[in-house]
């Protein structure tokens, strides 16, 4: 008779300990935590306006070269932004449960790895145009613009820019395209940045205390 009035009295104390517990996460809500969709969305507007801007200093002239016009740098970025997207549209499993969750939170954080080195490189070879334009001293020739650096040196190296009726264009709107992308592509490489903390973090740091513990003493669940 004791042993059923204590199996009753511990079935009940069971339920009240399930009652108490903390409700799961909602699983939409957790997603859009785990994954900020600002990340992706600013890795898109900055993919689009680097590439926009390297349109713009193409049709300066065709003679620049890929690395003074780093349009494939937006267009990565782009599509990085896309993978983010896609991340973001499937369904949250915990302890990420579904292998599909898996790869592509693998393959985001590898992209975004890839595109912060990009942005770094595109960084660096703006910088030195930049620096290196700054520097022309530039004239008309018919419908080209030659520019060097030093022209009192015969042998200094010539810049040729083909299609250029203005020199004031190579000088002036250039040298700022150069600056736009230096400072598009710094703040492309802090985003990409940012979204492979959040993956890295998501995988070994877990952003949701969800561990629950019971205390002894209290009898009651306790969230850490």
């Known amino acids: 008779m004791g042993q059923g009035r204590k199996g009753s009295s511990d079935k009940k104390q069971r339920q009240k300990n399930r009652d108490d517990s903390p409700e799961p996460e909602n699983g939409n809500k957790c997603r859009v935590c785990r994954f ?3 990340v992706a969305l600013l890795q898109l507007l900055l993919g689009v306006a680097v590439t926009a801007v390297a349109f713009l200093m193409l049709a300066i002239s065709p003679s620049l070269m890929a690395r003074e016009t780093p349009h494939w740098a937006g267009i990565i970025l782009c599509l990085v932004s896309v993978v983010g997207f896609f991340l973001y549209c499937i369904t949250y499993q915990p302890d990420e449960r579904s292998s ?3 790869i592509v939170k693998l393959l985001y954080f590898i992209l975004c790895t890839t595109g912060l080195v990009i942005s ?4 660096a070879f703006a910088g030195h145009h930049h620096s290196q334009a700054s520097s022309f ?19 200094a190296r010539t810049f040729d820019y083909k299609g250029v009726s203005d020199c004031e264009t190579i000088t002036g709107t250039l040298i700022f395209y150069f600056l736009l992308q230096i400072l598009l592509n710094l703040a492309q490489a802090l985003v990409c940045a940012t979204g492979a903390f959040i993956m890295w973090k998501d995988r070994y740091q877990v952003f949701f205390a969800g561990t629950q513990i019971r205390s002894p003493s209290t009898q009651q669940w306790q969230k850490v």
């Open 36 to 38: 900020p969709l600002l």
């Open 120 to 123: 770094l490189l595109v960084v």
């Open 100 to 102: 599909t969750q898996f």
């Open 137 to 155: 001293i530039c004239q008309q020739e018919g419908d080209d613009c030659v520019c060097v650096l030093d022209q009192s040196d015969p042998i």
